[in-house]
């Protein structure tokens, strides 16, 4: 349906303004969500949806109109709306044009039963993750999502995809210690289906996690030698793409990105790749452009950065097919990170090698403090361990860091990158990184929970 | 079929499949924003989107189901899978489940505007961001963004216990800023905020904010925080500004009072609380200066209504008076868990998306000082305003926030700019040490408009009434 709506909308656009350059997008949703806390689902949500955007460029001038109707009304008055609002704007100058047409790179992912999974098929996975926290309390959720795309443009181009996700999450929660402070450990997965999700292999790990945190130490601020959980290395790989491998950014200088010279440690190798087997979103951008693999970071060689039409043109380069929905204020992003995996082996082969050090499940409430330099605080959340002479030593309490995350993966800092990569689910958003754990030199501790 | 009549249909199909209780939203939203870069609108977005949200309680568990048709039988249908998404639920069962009494209530309200900002042309809202990003860049900024928001909701409320209410919510704001790109590092000034300024309001608000009589200044700010001194290392008394002190107060206080927190229904994501509720009443959350109100009725502030997303009416009451801990942000089911006698502080961030716990107008009441009173009674401190970054764990204790600009503060004189100016702090230490509070004169309604929670996500609108105040012994300067 959502190939026809799309073809339906550019004839009311060539009906009402045969000279007008024109693009639709139009998403089929079906989201559902079954949420967990204190053991028990609490919050069970489902909402099905078709989200049509249409942007256009009407002589000289550019905008953007979207609706959820998709009866005849609505699609003409969201035609009608775009080009009255495009008539009465500034020149956009900087109108890059419709992306030509060319095949998507990809069809993909798509699960019959995640896209018509029932709520009971949520609400077990859930059982099972409690069940096998051994009577701790738990908290988290279960997620299924499907989506069927299209794209169309007056330029010619037509493509289309259907993928879908699935995502559990969770925390198994110690009960609190003389400090007051409950000990929680987490374990996640995101897959492209819903039958990939193992509820009490989660829960089991998530219970071992937090059994392993009970009385925490605290240590004081400095900078320690750290291993990374996947869930952390995700947060860091997920501010580099959004900030550092931002085309925009690079092109005004925001960025510390210098394609092409060696700012990454030679053990680093990421690149963001919608056509890998374990990628989670559709092959073609909000713009339909193709999303081939963007090589980002190549054995330290920095790369990228990713671009949409605009920033592309800006930049006097082509679209790396990196466009989000509305997201021309921010910039291109990538969507599909992967870390590609080293000889390290193990988090635990990873600890082995560290004297004296911490060993890091998550990475929370993480915010930039300056673009450029890439400085982010946050804290540590959901298990974090001392580790000496390459044996966990003790649980300690979270800390709070200030650390650049470019220099976190710097030259001569990565000491080990994992073997086994893990799909982490984006919390935020329906997404995934895929990530091994790594073994950094050094992050900078800037304080503990208690200031 | 009426709005009414389709919400209506929902929560009888919810009734006939097995619910003992059953509401619905109508909602419809409008939407227009427009930004600016550099002399030139770069983005308008136009959208709407309607639709219908119902929620069931069977026995103790709660489903809901969303669908954009109004018509009846896609009402029923969702009432019906809101039901069996419940009666599922029930797979991993809770505690008993119930809500919390209330008078069921019928009415309409509306926010008044004065001039209707979907109806003021676009050429003219063009024209105004395009000429302060320009004098922003002939100012010294290297990337001068301006932009402005626009929502007009309509929601329809019926509940299984006869609620039928319908709202008319009109919220507007505009921001601008400016950013310097160094060698090394970027330095940005905004106005009015960080993202702007918001309201229930009509365009007369961004007519208020004067973005064009500031436009020149941020970029001149913007341009000389490059070279200005670094925000020193230690411990010292720090004033802040009205705008950093709303995002202190949504961040520190707001958040740390939602009674899901609380209860652990948001642990595994945004988090828990380390308020305890045995202490309601007795904790001492900051000194005698901190009054803090959860007031939804303020007029023009972001986060006011006329009735929540369950119904109640809107109701001020007291978050924190005189220091200690007195009340929380609550649901009717939330408010019933934990024995306490009301609610009136949950909405949801459209048609789609589950009624949760969210700020209303969360904020300080103002004391008897003056910013330039703080300044002038301290020694040696730092001033600091508009919130650059922030950071806090997930109990809402240990925080470290950022501002975009600071001041020496030395024998009472405002001294050099400071770059890069943080500091950090633990959430009831920090607030008892504020022994200054600006006036009434500096009262201001900062909005909010972003602010993220949920699974999945919500972006919710909310309101921080705050002044200028001072604190005591505060660790600045922390840097990566």
Redesign the interface.
Known sequence: MSAALAAAVLELVRAAAPDAEAEVRVAETT?A???????????????????VRLRMHLDGR?????????DTD?LG?LVA??IA?AR???P???WPGLTPPGPTATAGNWDDATADA???V???I??DF?AAAGGL?T???C?THAERLAYANTAGQEVAAAYTSAAA???A?LAAGPGG?RA?G?ARQAATAVGELDGAALGTIAAAKARAGADPVDLPPGRYEVVLEPSAVADVLTLLGMYGFNGRAVT???SFLVPGTAQFDPAVTVDDDATDPAAIGPGFDAEGTPKGPTPLVTAGLSGGPVHDRRTAAEAGTESTGHAIP?G??FGAMPENLFLRPGPGGTVDDLVAGVERGLLVSDL??????????L?????T?NGVWLIEDGQIRRAVS?L?F???YADALGPGNVAGVGSVPAGVPV???LGAVSTPPLRLASW?M??G??? | MTEFDAAGAAVQAALDAGARYADARVMSRRYEGM?A?NG????????????L?VRALVGS????????DLTDAAARDAGA?AA???K????????AADLLPVDVRTGSWGNPVQIDALSV???DK??LL?AVTSTMREHGA??A?A?YEIWDTRKWFVSSEGHRIDQHLRECGAGMNS?A??E???QRRSYPGIRGQFGTSGWELVEQIDLPGNAARIAEESRALLTAPQCPAGETTLILGGEQMALQIHESVGHAVELDRI???????AGTSWLDLSRLGSLRFGSELMTITADPTLPGALGSFGYDDEGTPAAPHDIVRDGVWTGVLAGRDSATVAGLPYAGAVRADGY???P?VRMTNVGLLPGTDSLEDMIAATDEGVYMDTN????????R??F?F?CEIGWEVTRGRRGRMLR?P?Y???SP?FWGAMDMLGNPAEWVFWGTPNC?KG???QIGHTGHPSVPARFTGV?VG???
Do not use: C
């Open positions: 989201l969500l079954t949420r967990f806390a204190n053991s028990f689902v609490h919050q069970n949500v489902t909402d099905t949806g078709t989200r550019t905008a953007t109109g979207s609706t959820n109707g998709t609505s008055r709306s775009t609002a009465l704007l500034p956009d100058q900087g029932p709520p009971e949520r609400a077990r859930v059982r409690v309390e908290a988290g959720f997620r999450d969770g925390i929660r402070v929680d987490v005004e200088g925001r509305g021309e204020r929370w409430y993480t915010r930039v403090l300056d673009p450029k330099t400085v982010v605080t946050g804290l959340r979270n709070r200030t650390q650049s919390s935020w958003d900078n800037t304080g929970a208690a200031g | 930004s870069r030139e609108v770069e983005d308008l977005t136009q959208s709407e989107e309607s639709g949200g568990s709660w489903g809901f189901a969303a669908v954009p899978r069996a998404i419940a599922a639920s029930a797979l991993v069962p809770g505690p042309p676009l050429s063009g024209d395009v290297d990337i963004l932009s950013t790109i160094g090394h590092e970027t209860l652990g229904w948001e642990a595994a994501f789609a998306r589950l949760m650059r970054s922030w950071s806090i764990d997930d109990r204790l240990n470290q950022g890069n943080t950090t702090g633990i230490r993220g699974q999945p996500g660790r922390v840097t990566g």
